[in-house]
């Protein structure tokens, strides 16, 4: 057991970790049966969704992330699944605020800075 304060206060965070990572890993696991289990694009998504959580957060490494992805992507393919990949919405425009005061901001001037001269010395012999 630690004696020090810090070292207490490291292995209560390294526990707090470690259930977290294996909630992860545990989710990446399930999320792979499932479409080993049953093949479809929502599965495929989740699946690869996983995959780029436990790389994110640093549980597994990329180049095997990397590999999962492929593997995915390869019975993805044998099984005929059409993944359609996240669509992103448009992005909402927002809606333009009338001006509260009417005082007009003047744009600054970019002054362009000298240089600093060097003053000639002497040398010494």
């Not at 810090?6 to 294996?22: F, H, L």
């Not at 780029?52 to 549980?59: E, N, Q, R, Y």
């Not at 990329?62 to 059409?82: D, H, I, P």
């Amino acid at each position: 057991m630690p004696i020090i304060k810090s070292a207490k206060k490291r292995v209560k965070t390294a526990e707090k970790a470690a259930i977290r990572n294996s909630k992860t890993k545990r989710a990446l696991k399930g999320a792979l049966k499932i479409f080993a289990k049953k093949a479809s694009p929502k599965s495929h998504s989740a699946a690869q969704s996983n995959i780029d959580k436990a790389l994110k957060k640093g549980i597994v490494h990329k180049n095997k992330a990397a590999r999962l992805k492929k593997q995915l992507a390869a019975r993805a393919k044998a099984e005929g699944v059409k993944h359609t990949g996240a669509k992103k919405a448009a992005p909402a425009k927002k809606p333009v605020a009338a001006k509260a005061s009417s005082k007009k901001v003047a744009a600054k001037k970019t002054v362009a800075k000298k240089a600093p001269v060097k003053k000639a010395t002497p040398k010494k012999k």
